[in-house]
Each structure stands twice: as C-alpha cells, then as structure tokens.
C-alpha cells in the first residue's frame, strides 16, 4: 500500500499579509509532506500565481521567476517526484520552465483555453492510472460537458493495464450563484467513468454531497484573505464580549491518496499565519468607541488564539454590520490598525462589508450641510478661532502673534488642496493633508493623529505651535 500526496493552490505569489512568508510557509509544508513518505505528489495547480501585487504594482511572470531558483530548490530537496499540472493562477510558460531545471518534476498537463482533454494519456502512479485533464477552471457548461464526454470516451478506450483510474481536475465545481459551479448532471459523466475524482481550485476539503467520488481538495496554507473563505474562526463583538460564531477549525493541508483503496485523508498543515474574521456592529460608534472596543477584541482574539499556542500569529478580518457613518468609515482603517499596532502578533486587515452594512453614499453639495465641513467653512471656522487658540497657548506661556497663525492657515489654504473633494472618494484625510502641507510646514505634520481633528483646525495647530516653540527653545538652549 502506497499513497499518493495531493497539493495545489500554494499561491506563492500572491500576498496574504505583509508578515506572512509564503516561501518559508512552503518549505514547512513540502517537509511535511515529504515525512508522510508519498510514493509521488501530484499537483493541482494555482501553484505560483501569474502576476501579484507588491508593493502596489503588479509584477509580471518575468519579475517573478526570480523565485523560480528558490522554488526550484525545494522541489529538488523532497527527493521525490512532481507531477503536475498548472491552474488558472499560473503562467502556462512557467511549469515547463521549472521542469527544465529540476529533475524530479514533470509536467503533465498545461491547462488552457481550448483544450478538452481529447489528446490526454494518464501517468501511471503506484496502482493508479492518474489523469491530469486540463480543462479550464471556467468554461461554459456546454464546453465542460464535452471536455468530460471526451475524458470518459477516452478512459473507456483505455485498455494499457487494469489498475484504477483517478481524474485530477482544476476547475470550478461548487455551485456558487448562476455563472459558478457544475451542475450534477455533468459532473455525472465523469463520476460514473472514474474511480475518483480530485479537484483543486476549491480550497476547501469536502467529499461531494451526492457523488461520493467526487473530492474538493485544501489549499495548502493562507491564500489571500476574502471574507467567508479561508478563515480558522469567526467571532462576533457584542457589547464588551466576544462570541464565538464558529469553532476554530484548520481548514488548511494537502491529500493523501491509498493507491489501493482509493481512500483521500485530509492531512492538517498548521500555518504561522491564519485569519480570523469579527464581524463588528458600526451603528451609531464614534472613534473613541471604535478604538476601545478593538482594543478589547484585538486583546480577547490574542488571548484566544496566539497566548494558547494554537497560532504562532493571527489576521484579524473585520466585518462591518449596521449603519456606517461617513465621519468613521472615513479614518476606521486608521483606527482599528493604530490599536493592532500595540500587539505582536497579530495583524489586521482593512475592513469589508458585512452584506446588511449600510454605507450612506456622500456627495460633495450635500457636504456643505453637514457636519464634515468644506474646506471654505473649515477655513472660516478656523480663522475664527485664531483669537481662541492665541488665548489657550498664552495659557500655557506660550506668546504667538496672531498674524502669524493666520499666516499659517493661508498657507495651507493656499496650497494645492483638492482633499475635500478627494474625501468624498474615501481618500484617507490624514495621509493627504500631512502630504500635501509637508514641505510648507513639517511641524503641523508630525502632529497629525486621526484626520477628522482636521475638521476643525485648531488642535492641530496648538500642537505644532507647541512643537515650533520646543524647537526653538531647545535651539536657544
Ligand atoms: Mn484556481
């Protein structure tokens, strides 16, 4: 008795978080399927990605094959052999390339548009007739069912020896809306003609519910985050506490197939890194709450999850609920990651909506009668305030020239400032002025906290009014 292992969707390129290796996490992962001692790996695909985004741009597959050397090595260090076949992630040029460099793995099967399956042979694994069918990930249902009528044909022709035939696949299978998934029907043509059929893609381990042949493989480890998929855990924040909406479960690791039973085990591989989602009530909060309650969560999902030991670190994926104020969903990015900043280990993710979160849509006229001010209204009411902030630094003996003050507000007025209509468009306030104004003045930008103080300009001033005259002092000194 041999078994086979099974591994697709590592996804090298494509970032989960900036803490999180993918490179280091593989090489945890093949050692580990290298001790469950595989006669062979086969792999499904989705394996390095075409183009990811780093550092804000995309790299192409040119760019990326500076890993390729890196890859190349720990394939060659499992001293075992790679069969394998691409995804829709991956570059069609890049399995042949790393084949040429690497002796022990094979590409098997190149997956791209206009192919059917018709001219496909199966390699022979241990005791299984192992078919790498390279079908696209999303053809339409007609395609897919000629694509399977063929594989079955071909299967039913084969006559080389009489060992079990198992299909691996890399394409879209659950039902998810009208566009996604394969219906029953189809999925039947190759159900009833192959002993077993494995599709990667899927990310997620789960037997089909009626063709009981039919297997969904894991991906290996964190692939990106995307709300409802991936997660180890989900909480919900109610009034002070944490509740538990799920039970934490590691949905993560790679197959091993009995070359003789045909039997999938699912083999758990724990990553460094895994997210968690808490899904957070926004109606009627104010950035005080918002900070405070985090602080509570980020604390509460440490103490569950990193203290214990059960994840060396965790992202924390929050989902909205309720109705979202413009004033907090402008800076709640800002919020929420001030108070991660104060932990190790645990990391959080901009926020995604929830499907019941309102998100009032805000236009520029509209602002003028709000509470966000415009930049004319937020001007005039900090000029009319000069006589109020002159009177509070005197308090604290500090004399400022009240031309001065008004010199500074010009000044910033004055410059190339498009934030109030670039704030409609959820740019973050903070970033934009501390930006714009920092070559006028660097000390009103080093005082910049959370951008709605901007709203009313004066405390912004008192603070860089503060740190001129500690400059000077200490200069004078
Ligand atoms: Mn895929």
């Known amino acids: 008795m041999s078994k086979i292992a099974i591994i697709g969707d590592t996804h090298l390129l494509m970032q989960f978080h900036e803490k ?206 995307v709300k409802n998929r991936g997660f180890v855990k989900k909480y919900e924040y109610k009034a002070g506490s944490l509740e538990e909406s799920t039970k934490f479960k590691n949905p993560f690791g790679y197959l091993m197939l009995d070359d003789e039973t045909l039997d999938v085990e699912f083999k758990e591989f724990t990553p460094t890194m895994a997210n968690v989602e808490v899904k957070y009530d926004v109606t009627g909060v104010n950035i005080p709450q918002v900070r405070s309650d985090w602080q509570i969560i980020a604390k509460l999902v440490h103490d569950d999850l990193v203290a214990t030991g059960i994840l060396k670190s965790v992202l924390v994926l929050p989902v909205l609920t309720g109705t979202i104020e413009p004033a907090i969903s402008f800076t709640i990015n800002n919020d929420i990651t001030t108070v991660f900043n104060g932990f190790k280990n645990i990391y959080v993710n901009p926020f995604v909506a929830d499907e019941n979160l309102v998100q009032p849509s805000i236009d520029i006229d509209q602002v003028k009668n709000e509470r966000l001010p415009t930049k004319e209204t937020a001007f005039q009411n900090t000029r009319a305030q000069v006589d109020a902030i002159v009177k509070k630094l005197r308090e604290k003996k500090i004399t400022v020239d009240p031309a001065k003050i008004k010199d500074i507000i010009t000044k910033i007025e004055a410059a190339e400032n498009t934030f109030f209509v670039e704030k409609a468009k959820n740019v973050n306030a903070a970033k934009y002025i501390g930006g714009s104004i920092e070559n006028l003045l660097p000390e009103l930008n080093d005082t910049f906290n959370i951008s709605l103080d901007m709203a009313s300009i004066d405390p912004v001033l008192t603070s860089a009014m503060k740190a001129t005259k500690a400059k000077s002092t200490k200069k004078e000194g």
Request: proline share 4%; charged share 25%; net charge neutral.
């Open 20 to 225: 999180y290796d993918k490179f280091a996490e593989f090489k945890q992962f093949i050692d580990q399927v290298k001790s469950a001692e595989p006669i062979a790996i086969a792999l499904l695909g989705d394996f390095v990605d075409k183009r990811q985004s780093l550092q804000g741009r995309l790299i192409t597959w040119g760019e990326g094959s500076e890993f390729q050397v890196k890859i190349e090595k720990m394939i060659e260090s499992t001293n075992i052999t790679w069969f394998a076949m691409n995804g829709n992630h991956d570059d069609e040029r890049v399995f042949p390339s790393i084949e040429k460099g690497t002796k022990n793995f094979k590409t098997v099967a190149i997956t791209k548009y206009g192919e059917n399956g018709s001219n496909i042979s199966p390699v022979e694994i241990g005791n299984v007739n192992a078919w790498f069918a390279p079908v696209p990930h999303d053809a339409p249902a007609q395609v897919t069912k000629e694509a399977f009528q063929e594989l079955a044909k071909r299967k039913s022709a084969f006559t080389k020896n009489r060992k079990r035939h198992v299909l691996f696949l890399h394409v879209n299978m659950i039902r998810r809306g009208q566009e996604t998934g394969i219906d029953d029907d189809i999925l039947d043509i190759v159900a009833s003609n192959f002993d077993k059929i494995i599709n990667a893609h899927e990310h997620v381990y789960e037997v089909h519910r009626k063709k009981k042949n039919i297997v969904y493989m894991p991906a290996s480890f964190p692939t990106w985050v």
